[in-house]
């Protein structure tokens, strides 16, 4: 039997789109039991309309079960509270404010479940001039400084995926963890909160220790590359090889020697790590040439040989379906034309499964609500329009 070490583990997620609902997803993978608290009708505006047609929604919420309730309903509101007792963890991203107005705030849900772990995530932290912003995924990796860090010094420009919500969903999900472990010590709940632009540092921290490092320079794209003695190279097959050398100097030569190219070594613009780190557009332009001549296959090949770090550039088809991605047992086998990624963890081994289906829209909306009322009032809940259930 598989180890999920968050079995018994009950969460309400009440959000949308990616940062709460990613760090749920984690968590679920985990073994924890995620309801999610949807709008009625529609559901997660992330659905897009599609219900569990989204592929995009899938990935986030496999595994999950949905409650469509009014939370603009008092008695939805009321829902919440009456089951907020039989649950360890509840994760939202609304606005600053939103969740206290609603009556659901921490404080009001602490009263209730003194043992409670609230999980907060905003674009921008519960104060302070940004407070009140929308914030989506551009808006945290521009304000976190990965544009401009991503981008060549004098053009910034948009990532090719999304990163801010990601990290957030991963930053928050291990606040949640911590704040379970302390639990666990003190039996006491606790207020977790992150946010885009908070989450973001973690992945911008070696750029700010190099802005203070470069005498407060601002960081681009190109400029890491010297220090890290980095290289993305095209081969004569058309495949693109990735190489970090680092400040080895064992690398550097083992790297000469995978080219053919001993001389560099002596070359008085190349001997040291600090020169190579002065002259290093001018290394570029060797290594270039050195690497257009050759196939990939040959140049893995060398690269091996010499115990180079390396690794082609893969596409996502290509990560798909690496060897070493199906050794990981990284993504589930495919299901309806989406693979979904499984978690980042392994224990004693083994990588949890993330097992079922993702929910219609209100598809555990009668059951969940039967846990804390009768049959009648559950009846009236959906004669009112309170919850809506798919049934």
Known sequence: MQYKPLQDIRILEIGGYISAPY???????????????????GGDDFRRGQDTASKY????????????????HPDGVRLIKDLVPRFDVVMENMRPGKMAALGLGRDDLAALNPTLVYSSVTGFGNGGPLADRPAYDTIGQ??????????????????????ADLITGLTNAAGVLAALVGRG????????????MEAVSTLTIDALSQYYDDGKKNPSRQSRHPQAQNFCLKTATGEDIA??????QKFWWAFCEAMGRTDLTEDSRFTTYDLRTDHYFELVEIVEREFISKPAALWEQLLTENDIPFAPVLTMGGFVNHPQTEWLHLVEPEHDGLGV?????????????????????GQDSRSLA?????????????????IVTDD
């Open 341 to 361: 990624l499984r978690p980042p963890w392994r224990f004693n081994g083994a990588r949890p499964e993330r097992s079922g289906p993702a929910p219609r829209v």
């Open 370 to 386: 039967e846990e804390v009322y009768d049959a009648a009032r559950v009846a009236a809940l959906v004669a009112d329009g309170v």
């Open 185 to 196: 010590r003190t039996g006491s709940g606790q207020l977790v909160e992150t946010s885009l």
């Open 142 to 163: 521009a304000v976190g400084g990965l544009y401009s860090v991503l981008g060549n010094a004098d053009h910034a420009q948009l990532a090719g995926t999304c990163i």
């Open 23 to 41: 760090g749920a997803s984690l968590l679920s993978g985990l073994g924890a039991e995620v309801v999610k608290v949807e709008k009625p009708h």
């Open 243 to 248: 190489i970090h050398l680092s400040s080895s």
């Open 57 to 72: 929604w899938v990935q986030y919420n496999v595994g999950k079960r949905s409650l469509a309730v009014d939370l603009k």
